[in-house]
């Protein structure tokens, strides 16, 4: 099993950006497909974005055209790049692994990362 561990969530204004990254434990972090999913206070947990083993990727609409997910197998990664950020995607983000190669939500996941708090407020 896969341990997950995010980094890079913080506090931005409205339009701002943050980059959020998935780091992996093991070298075979190339064999599943990552999403990330979020969860705001009260409110259940919520798909963002995923990426399989060959980069392709699935965003849910209410990120589309804002945020961007990439990985680098080489160095164990996964990035969530959101730009244009508004307060309702305040929430913690959490970063999933899943050894079905789909990069829309398929649950459940295999593991899951400890979450970052990402507030967006001015």
């Known amino acids: 099993q896969v341990q997950l561990v995010e980094s890079g969530g913080g506090l931005v204004q409205p339009g701002g950006s943050l980059r959020l990254s998935c780091a992996a434990s093991?070298?075979?972090?190339?064999?599943?497909?990552i999403h990330w999913i979020r969860q705001a206070p009260g409110k259940d947990r919520e798909f963002v974005a995923g990426?399989?083993?060959?980069?392709?990727?699935y965003y849910a609409d209410s990120v589309k055209g804002r945020f961007a997910i990439s990985r680098d197998v080489d160095a164990n990664t996964v990035d969530l790049q959101m730009n244009s950020l508004k307060p309702e995607d305040t929430a913690t983000y959490y970063c999933?692994?899943?050894?079905?190669?789909?990069?829309?939500?398929?649950?459940?996941?295999?593991?899951w990362g400890q979450g970052t708090q990402v507030t967006v407020s001015s």
């Open positions: 093991r070298r075979t972090f190339g064999n599943y497909a």
């Open positions: 999933a692994a899943t050894e079905k190669n789909e990069a829309f939500p398929v649950g459940p996941y295999d593991s």
């Open positions: 990426i399989t083993y060959g980069r392709i990727t």
